[in-house]
């Protein structure tokens, strides 16, 4: 899979006024990500699908060309990565099985 940098924790990154002599933050801080220092030592998981396609024409006169094709992306269902949310840890998927359908037509 891909290289990518770990993360470690989170942080709040805290806002002072500019010009203050408080040592207290003037509102509340913002969520920041820690991460890892060894920059892109980690790996995503291996990452393979297989797309199929079937295509068909007709030549219809002499003038006019009818193309119909189906395409199947992701044949084998396989849930591959596009995403990981380093806030929540969630694992977000590329698309599952897709079938689609076309129909062209050339003069």
Same mark, same amino acid.
């Given at each position: 899979?891909?290289?990518?940098?770990?993360?470690?924790?989170?942080?709040?990154?805290?806002?002072?006024?500019?010009?203050?002599?408080?040592?207290?933050?003037?509102?509340q801080g913002q969520l920041a990500?820690?991460l890892s220092p060894h920059y !892109?030592?980690?790996? *995503?998981? %291996? /990452?393979? #699908?297989?797309? +199929?396609?079937?295509?068909? =024409?007709?030549?219809i006169g002499p003038a006019f060309?009818?193309?119909? !094709?189906?395409?199947? *992306?992701? %044949? /084998?269902? #396989?849930?591959? +990565?596009?995403?990981?949310? =380093?806030?929540?840890?969630?694992?977000?998927?590329?698309?599952?099985?897709?079938?689609?359908?076309?129909?062209?037509?050339?003069?």
């Amino acid at each position: 899979g891909l290289p990518f940098t770990q993360t470690l924790g989170f942080f709040e990154k805290l806002l002072f006024l500019q010009g203050s002599q408080s040592p207290y933050p003037s509102q509340q801080g913002q969520l920041a990500v820690l991460l890892s220092p060894h920059y !892109n030592a980690a790996r *995503l998981p %291996a /990452y393979h #699908r297989l797309d +199929l396609m079937v295509k068909r =024409r007709w030549r219809i006169g002499p003038a006019f060309l009818l193309e119909a !094709n189906f395409t199947l *992306l992701n %044949a /084998y269902n #396989r849930p591959n +990565l596009f995403y990981i949310d =380093r806030i929540s840890a969630r694992r977000y998927n590329q698309l599952p099985i897709l079938p689609s359908l076309g129909l062209t037509g050339t003069w």
